[in-house]
């Protein structure tokens, strides 16, 4: 299941290989081992949102890959640290993806499995329309679990899924990756 969502492909991960802002990204994120649980490395994000200066690079990377890309709409799932920020600064509208039950209006949903756990994406009906080419950001990925519910979550009102971006990725999403056959673009790799 998980090969089929995850289909490797060989080359280098563009310029953002050689970006010298990565280097104070990556090292700017915290690594918390065994939380929430035994055996997990915890990347948290929290520590890099504490320097302004290296919170705006990794916003402005995302922005200057997306701005000439006709993307109409930034969905996020859950945290909505980076989506907003994107959306606001490429002229798209955000579409906030939510656990169960905090959105008022009609909802679309869909369970996915995480590497603790289990979980629910919901989206509203209407807040995309078909045809619409659409990014979903993240602040990483870790099996892929939670960025394939926002796609089939998209894909289902009729979106154009155009790449998946995410900060941080675990070593396999090294390089060029697809999920559920969308371009997965990251930044750095999880430190362990
Ligand atoms: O690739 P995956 O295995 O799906 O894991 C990645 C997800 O895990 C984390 O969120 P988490 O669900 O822990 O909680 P949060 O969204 O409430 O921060 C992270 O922010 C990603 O959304
Ligand atoms: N290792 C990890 N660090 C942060 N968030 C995660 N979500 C899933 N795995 C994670």
């Given at each position: ?76 799932a859950r945290g909505f640290i ?111």
């Amino acid at each position: 299941m998980r090969e089929k969502m995850l289909e490797e492909e060989g080359g280098e991960n563009g310029a953002v290989a050689v970006d010298p802002r990565l280097k104070a990204i990556s090292e700017s994120i915290r690594v918390v081992p065994h939380f929430p649980k035994p055996g997990i490395m915890f990347n948290d994000i929290t520590t890099l949102l504490l320097h302004p200066g290296v919170f705006k690079d990794a916003v402005d990377i995302f922005v200057d890959r997306y701005r000439h890309m006709t993307i109409s709409a930034v969905a996020e799932a859950r945290g909505f640290i980076f989506g907003p920020a994107i959306a606001l600064a490429i002229g798209a509208k955000f579409i906030p993806l939510r656990k169960p039950k905090k959105l008022p209006g009609e909802v679309i949903s869909e369970k996915y499995v995480l590497e603790y756990g289990t979980d629910c994406l919901e989206m509203h009906v209407g807040a995309v329309q078909p045809e619409e080419r659409v990014i979903v950001i993240d602040d990483l990925v870790a099996t892929g679990g939670t960025l394939c519910a926002a796609i089939r979550l998209l894909e289902r009102a009729g979106a154009e899924v155009v790449e998946c971006a995410c900060l941080i990725g675990l070593p396999k999403f090294k390089g060029y990756c697809r999920l559920n056959g969308k371009p997965v673009y990251v930044l750095v790799e999880s430190r362990q």
